[in-house]
């Protein structure tokens, strides 16, 4: 069974960094493609940053591009999501997903989300 664990959220003044890491378990991590989604109140959850099996290819999502860099590294089954010159609108739980398709499809795995809070 597919285990996805994120670490890293918290509370930060804008401006500010923060590095999310999602380690994977049950799974042969470096044939997944990987993903970071966010989902803030009263909005839907969208696909913030994506990253193919061997790191050579990566989609980050438009208003946080040349904020948010997304990095893997199979030997250690993790993938990372860097957010520099954070904003309050980036308020949101962030989660970690994989999937062996090209697409993420309905029935991939989620992590459990951790919790981001940019203040103004």
């Known amino acids: 069974q597919v285990q996805l664990v994120e670490s890293g959220g918290g509370l930060v003044q804008a401006g500010g960094s923060l590095r999310l890491s999602c380690v994977a378990s049950?799974?042969?991590?470096?044939?997944?493609?990987m993903g970071w989604f966010r989902q803030a109140p009263g909005k839907e959850r969208e696909l913030v940053a994506a990253i193919t099996t061997s790191g050579s290819t990566t989609y980050i999502l438009d208003s946080v591009k040349g904020r948010f860099t997304i990095a893997r590294d199979n030997a250690k089954s993790t993938v990372y999501l860097q957010m520099n010159d954070l904003e309050p609108e980036d308020t949101a739980i962030y989660y970690c997903r994989s999937t062996s398709g090209l697409l993420f499809r309905p029935t991939d795995a989620w992590g459990q989300g951790t919790q981001v809070t940019v203040s103004s």
């Open positions: 049950g799974l042969t991590f470096e044939t997944y493609n």
